[in-house]
């Protein structure tokens, strides 16, 4: 079954083709590199083998070989995906066994106040409501999408940043920075009314954006890995644990 077209690759590759040429602070993608660095030096192992998955073409292949890297990372980049599940089992599979794979994307709550913002003023002008930000998955679902792909050990975390802006047009000049301005396959093609955008601008005060990365972990199966207990094998109470007296629900203190 073929998944839904989403996104423009082409025009998406020119987005971040630009990114790349224009002078701009790429703050988020910096932050996401720094996170991912760390969590690379906690595992406390020499990768020897790595590839980065930060584009991927019309097809949506990952390169390499099947079970030839240590680690896989990818920065920014697989929010933007038709197939966010097949290229996650594709990852997993290009993992030696007992490889790690690190990514991060955009998802949650990510610019919502522009999407709000967008559809609000579409609204009062033209009655309807057109494809102007992209959709992000939840945390929780990406968590599943790990499973589901075959990764040992998943693990989905979200870190969230609020930038207040002086004006729509500095969030904008920021997005371009990233690449992330609208390449949806159904975006319009057409230069954003006048009306439309007095619309936008009176709708969108204070100018905030959130930015929500989630970051993903897992790794590839093998037998030397950490196995959850099944149900019912554990030794030790919780109450024991945490050092506390356990109650029943229904007991009374005081």
């Given at each position: 079954?073929?998944?839904?077209?989403?996104?423009?690759?082409?025009?998406?590759?020119?987005?971040r083709?630009?990114?790349?040429?224009?002078?701009?602070d790429r703050f988020l993608a910096r932050e996401a590199e720094e996170n991912l660095s760390l969590r690379i030096a906690a595992a406390n192992r020499r990768f020897?083998?790595?590839?980065?998955?930060?584009?991927?073409?019309?097809d949506e292949t990952v390169p390499g070989e099947d079970a030839s890297f240590?680690?896989?990372?990818?920065?920014?980049?697989?929010?933007?995906?038709?197939?966010?599940?097949?290229?996650?089992?594709q990852i997993r599979r290009k993992l030696k066994p007992d490889g790690l794979f690190l990514g991060a994307l955009f998802g949650g709550e990510t610019l919502n106040e522009l999407r709000d913002a967008?559809?609000?003023?579409?609204?009062?002008?033209?009655?309807?409501?057109?494809?102007?930000?992209?959709?992000?998955?939840?945390?929780?679902?990406?968590?599943?999408l790990l499973q589901r792909a075959g990764f040992a050990l998943p693990v989905a975390d979200l870190e969230r940043t609020t930038v207040n802006y002086r004006d729509f047009f500095s969030l904008l000049r920021d997005l371009r920075a990233h690449g992330e301005t609208n390449a949806l396959a159904q975006r319009s093609r057409k230069f954003l009314?006048?009306?439309?955008?007095?619309?936008?601008?009176?709708s969108y005060r204070p100018v905030r954006a959130t930015f929500d990365i989630v970051y993903l972990t897992g790794w590839a199966p093998h037998e030397s890995q950490q196995k959850p207990l099944k149900p019912g094998s554990a030794t030790m109470?919780?109450?024991?644990?945490?050092?506390?007296?356990?109650?029943s629900a229904g007991e009374k203190t005081g």
């Amino acid at each position: 079954m073929t998944a839904p077209r989403i996104f423009d690759s082409a025009a998406l590759a020119r987005r971040r083709a630009r990114a790349g040429r224009i002078a701009g602070d790429r703050f988020l993608a910096r932050e996401a590199e720094e996170n991912l660095s760390l969590r690379i030096a906690a595992a406390n192992r020499r990768f020897e083998s790595v590839l980065r998955v930060d584009a991927l073409d019309a097809d949506e292949t990952v390169p390499g070989e099947d079970a030839s890297f240590d680690l896989v990372t990818s920065t920014l980049s697989l929010h933007a995906v038709d197939d966010l599940p097949g290229a996650l089992v594709q990852i997993r599979r290009k993992l030696k066994p007992d490889g790690l794979f690190l990514g991060a994307l955009f998802g949650g709550e990510t610019l919502n106040e522009l999407r709000d913002a967008f559809a609000t003023a579409e609204i009062e002008t033209v009655g309807g409501v057109s494809p102007r930000v992209a959709p992000f998955a939840d945390v929780r679902d990406l968590g599943n999408l790990l499973q589901r792909a075959g990764f040992a050990l998943p693990v989905a975390d979200l870190e969230r940043t609020t930038v207040n802006y002086r004006d729509f047009f500095s969030l904008l000049r920021d997005l371009r920075a990233h690449g992330e301005t609208n390449a949806l396959a159904q975006r319009s093609r057409k230069f954003l009314p006048r009306r439309m955008l007095a619309a936008l601008l009176a709708s969108y005060r204070p100018v905030r954006a959130t930015f929500d990365i989630v970051y993903l972990t897992g790794w590839a199966p093998h037998e030397s890995q950490q196995k959850p207990l099944k149900p019912g094998s554990a030794t030790m109470r919780l109450a024991d644990a945490l050092g506390t007296t356990e109650r029943s629900a229904g007991e009374k203190t005081g």
